[in-house]
């Protein structure tokens, strides 16, 4: 089953423009993480937040995590064209010591020049 | 630092048929991740590996699906006999520990069984 739910399906804007996009998730965490995929290639990690951390920076990137609320945003400013990807998050479910990614459906971002 | 390699990138079988897939990891990394990824949707864990030994296998399928990790570094992973609804790419993953870490992605292969 799927543990994080992201939202919007999907996102199409302007370059410059920046995109926010969500992830709610049902059970509690150790982390959250987010993960890029370009078209036909392999995911690249983006940013990890712990469970004990509101939020992270990293360049362009910016992770706020409400543990309360069970969800996550990545906002990414200034978007490029070459952010057009798809976006998942994934949690790191607290079930002991053997702990797993579970994946989102992912959100598709377009960037248009 | 060479990132985790797979083969083939592009594999398609007819149904019935079995198929291998081929994952070397990061030099060092102890865990190992093979997950299953349908058109449309997020990665699914199959099956971890942390060393030699099987962590997670509570989503493979395991009357097609197996997989190995000898001496702890390349992995292979077996279908046998293809269904269509295994038509997927398959990821292979690996990290320094356990999820509570990044983990690194091949670029995956993209099964066809029709």
């Known amino acids: 089953s799927q543990q994080g739910e992201e939202d919007p399906q999907a996102l199409s804007i302007q370059e410059g423009e920046n995109a926010t996009m969500n992830c709610s998730y049902k059970?509690?965490?150790?982390?959250l993480q987010w993960y890029r995929q370009n078209s036909g290639r392999g995911l690249v990690h983006l940013i990890l937040i712990r469970s004990n951390e509101r939020e992270k920076h990293s360049g362009r990137l910016r992770v706020t995590l409400d543990t309360s609320k069970k969800s996550s945003s990545l906002l990414i400013t200034a978007s490029r064209a070459a952010d057009t990807a798809s976006y998942f998050c994934?949690?790191?479910?607290?079930?002991?010591?053997?702990?797993?990614?579970?994946f989102g459906k992912g959100i598709t971002l377009s960037v248009r020049p | 630092e060479a990132g985790v390699a797979q083969s083939p990138r592009y594999k398609i079988i007819e149904k019935r048929q079995s198929v291998a897939f081929w994952c070397n990891p990061i030099s060092g990394h102890a865990t190992l991740y093979w997950y299953q990824q349908i058109l449309g949707q997020g990665p699914k864990l199959l099956i971890q590996?942390?060393?030699?030994?099987?962590?997670?296998d509570s989503q493979l399928p395991k009357d097609r699906f197996s997989a190995e990790r000898l001496k702890g570094v390349d992995s292979t992973l077996k279908i046998q006999p293809a269904k269509l609804e295994d038509s997927a790419v398959y990821l292979c993953?690996?990290?320094?520990?356990?999820?509570?870490?990044?983990?690194?992605f091949g670029p995956g292969t993209r099964l066809t069984v029709t």
């Open positions: 590996f942390q060393n030699n030994g099987v962590v997670d």
């Open positions: 994934a949690t790191d479910g607290i079930t002991g010591a053997n702990s797993k990614l579970t």
């Open positions: 059970t509690s965490i150790n982390n």
């Open positions: 993953a690996s990290s320094p520990g356990t999820p509570r870490y990044e983990q690194y």
